[in-house]
């Protein structure tokens, strides 16, 4: 069964440097998360969109935006890149219902800022 | 964690042994999922349960709730040398499924 693709699997930047991840959610899921993971923590919920408008905000910070395509597929742009952005980078993805479903996850993206 | 916390933080069992891990909660909740993770992997989800509901189970897995004391637990029973990962438990307090994660147990069996 298809899976949650993220690209890239892996990416380095400098600070003050720009990244743009990207997911692309399981056919027929309407809902894309993203979470941020440092290194021994917990998932951190950043954004949602739900039928391409943002439905939930965590803490996301300024610095980085989001959107939801008409495909469906979901990029996170981040820029001014910090050290401390370096983590793994999550997205999943479920399709709403009246009950809540689990999410899928990507493999993620493993951002290190140099 | 901003939701609660995970117990133990790790656990080391022999295979064959059970393995129990707790997560505690703070806010009200519509459910309470379980998710494993490999290192350096994307999490899968385990098991789902209910506000409504007080024991669920899964093959060799066995999650409790007990939303009076806001607390959750996962049973892993007749433990393998593949269960070894990270378990996090999660919540949502909002319809639209955002979920919070607890902390994690680090989950060793050793063959």
């Known amino acids: 069964a298809a899976g949650v693709i993220q690209s890239p699997r892996h990416l380095i930047k400098e600070k003050r440097e720009t990244a743009t991840l990207k997911c692309y959610p399981i056919?027929?899921?309407?809902?894309v998360y993203w979470y941020q993971q440092g290194p021994g923590q917990d998932p951190q919920f950043l954004i949602s969109?739900?039928?391409?408008?943002?439905?939930d905000k965590g803490s996301i910070p300024d610095r980085f935006s989001a959107q939801q395509f008409s495909d469906y597929h979901s990029e996170l742009n981040m820029s001014s890149l910090e050290l401390g952005d370096s983590a793994l980078y999550f997205c999943?993805?479920?399709?709403?219902?009246?009950?809540?479903?689990?999410?899928?996850f990507g493999n993620g993206t493993r951002l290190t800022v140099t | 964690s901003q939701q609660g916390e995970e117990d133990p933080q790790a656990l080391s069992i022999q295979e064959g042994e059970n393995a129990t891990m707790n997560c505690s909660y703070k806010?009200?909740?519509?459910?309470l999922q379980w998710y494993r993770q490999n290192s350096g992997r994307g999490l899968v989800h385990l098991i789902l349960?209910?506000?409504?509901?007080r024991e669920k189970h899964s093959g060799r897995l066995r999650v409790t709730l007990d939303t009076s004391k806001k607390s959750s637990s996962l049973l892993i029973t007749a433990s393998r040398a593949a269960d070894t990962a990270s378990y996090f438990c999660?919540?949502?307090?909002?319809?639209?499924?955002?979920?919070?994660f607890g902390g994690g147990t680090r989950l060793m069996v050793k063959p």
């Open positions: 999943a993805s479920s399709r709403m219902g009246p009950v809540n479903s689990p999410l899928h």
């Open positions: 806010t009200s909740i519509n459910n």
């Open positions: 999660a919540t949502d307090a909002h319809a639209g499924n955002m979920l919070t």
């Open positions: 349960i209910r506000s409504n509901e």
């Open positions: 969109f739900y039928e391409k408008m943002q439905s």
């Open positions: 056919p027929r899921h309407d809902t």
